[in-house]
């Protein structure tokens, strides 16, 4: 534990450090990846060109620090991180390695400003918040072996189906190639995939979310094609899903993960908002909801760009003739001609408030921008924050 006066000390710099946190971070890991190249095959290289991935962690870390004497408080955020860390394959001898390129990064940026005293205090802190992680990590790699099927690490998967949904969506259904069970998961979980194309120098790992309900002896992804644009590069491992992977290769993938669950425990309505390939969880959730718990009211909304970019249309609209209780909404973005549709352009409060109703349960899934247009109305019509449950593909963002 710290005594009072380093906790004084961390508290006092972290607003010191927030001004210069883009700062300390891009400088940590240049250093980290030259000092440590092989962390490249961990670390996704295009949310570091966007700064993504620093900014995430910098906001980590200072609400760590800040909350350093009442660490249990952010518990659940810490175990949501851990998730991925899991995923990822992070292990206990990484922390002292980023830990160290830290305090090195805040004493090259501070300079003078960064005393003995305050790295000292930094250093303890960082320790003790080392510590927290590396222990849920633990845990987490103990659950992940135990569960029925389970493994530790990557397992190896064939390609048992490719299946193309959508111009920009393709999905893939994986088998173990040992032939064994395969752990169960949870509506709204995502499994991780390690792949090393040809021309690659580093391995890249990628979380997907599973997009059918867990009742099969396979697990299904539905990628979308990242395709460049301006001075976006094109995603490397979606484009090598689309283009080099077939049926019959192998995907080396580690054990479905993440705390974007669908809450089976409430009989409140539920709406599912998605846009675009945020609709993988969402579809998860909502077969799961249709064979578990087929009397609770569903919503499911879906935005896309036009049918042309619209995955799993016939399959949606099969459940909602079935199924009494769902009902399904499109909304096309700029429709083209013959895309049929029940509105245009964007979702907005108006029209969410004459087809979801206010006691629901409300998860979304999509692009930053739709995620914040959705929080924003759900914040403007006044729905408790506990009913708000939503997803980032990449880094977590601000809302
Ligand atoms: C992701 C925090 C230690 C590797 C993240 C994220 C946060 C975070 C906030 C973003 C989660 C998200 O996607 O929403 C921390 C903190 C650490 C720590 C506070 C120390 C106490 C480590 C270590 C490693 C590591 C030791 C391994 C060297 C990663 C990787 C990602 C990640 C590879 C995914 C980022 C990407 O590839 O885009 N971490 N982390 N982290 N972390 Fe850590």
Known sequence: MLDSKMIEIIKSTVPVLEVHGQTITKTFYQTMFKNHPELLNIFNHANQRQGK???????????AAVHIDRLEEILPVVKGIAQKHRALGIQPEHYPIVGENLLAAIK???GDAATDEIIEAWRQ????IADVFISIEAQMYNEATEQKGGWRGFRRFIVDRKVKESDVITSFYLKPEDGNEIASYQP??????????ENQEFTHLRHYSLSTAPVHPYYRISVKREDAIMDKPAGIVSNYLHTQVEEGDILEISAP???????QSKDTPV??????VGLTPMVSMLETILQNDPEREVVYIHAARNGSQHAMNKHIKGLTKQHAKLRSY???????????????GFIDLPWLKTVADSQADFYFCGPVPFMRAINQALQEWGIPEDRIHFEFFGPADSL
């Open 53 to 63: 991935q620093p900014a995430a962690l910098a906001n980590a870390v200072y609400a």
């Open 188 to 197: 709204g979980q995502y499994i991780t995939v390690s792949v090393k194309p």
């Open 108 to 110: 090259t940026v501070l």
């Open 125 to 128: 802190a960082y320790g003790i």
């Open 330 to 344: 499109l909304i096309y973005e700029s429709p083209e001609i013959g895309d049929s549709c029940d509105k245009s």
């Open 257 to 263: 993960a993440g705390d974007f669950t669908l809450d």
């Open 271 to 276: 709406v599912l908002l998605s846009g675009g």
